[in-house]
């Protein structure tokens, strides 16, 4: 038997999420961008949301799923209340509008396959985000804080 390391087209690209920075994202909000993808559009995100912050109403043509890393949040919509270890499926072509509770800020884990739309009073579209613009606003942060950019692209 070899003790020689097979050699894969397909090798894992680790991301330290401690090497990248919070940036400004709505608000008291910020956002840590893991990973975009320019092929499929899913990006996926770190979001951190001071206690009981309520977030602009969005829609997403795409699926999102989000993981409670830390503190408890609802949509307004909705009965439940998602806690730290929760996940939360939703659908393609739904709306809702987020909101932290308590005394702690929540963070949550957040795969975003396409736009997300945030509605105005009227549901119109106030901001659209997705990989692309997500990525600029990190590249930007970078640039204006002397902080060298990873790539978040790379697979």
Not at 61 to 76: A, E, H
Not at 95 to 124: C, M, Q, R, S
Request: aromatic share 10%; net charge negative; charged share 20%.
């Amino acid at each position: 038997m070899s003790n020689t390391k097979a050699v894969s087209a397909f090798e894992a690209n680790h991301v330290s999420t401690e090497d990248l920075p919070w940036f400004p994202y709505f608000g008291e909000a910020k956002l840590k961008l893991i990973k975009a993808n320019p092929v499929t559009g899913q990006f996926i995100t770190l979001l951190k949301v001071p206690a009981n912050m309520q977030l602009p109403s969005h829609f997403h043509p795409g699926p999102v799923t989000v993981y409670t890393i830390q503190g408890t949040w609802r949509y307004i919509e909705n009965d439940w209340v998602s806690k730290a270890g929760d996940v939360v499926c939703e659908p393609a072509g739904s709306k809702h509008t987020p909101e932290g509770l308590g005394d702690e800020d929540v963070i949550t884990f957040n795969i975003v396959d396409g736009t997300l739309d945030y509605l105005g009073e009227n549901d119109e579209i106030i901001a659209r985000d997705n990989w692309e613009s997500v990525l600029n606003k990190y590249h930007a942060y970078c640039e204006a804080e002397g902080i060298e950019a990873v790539d978040l692209t790379k697979y």
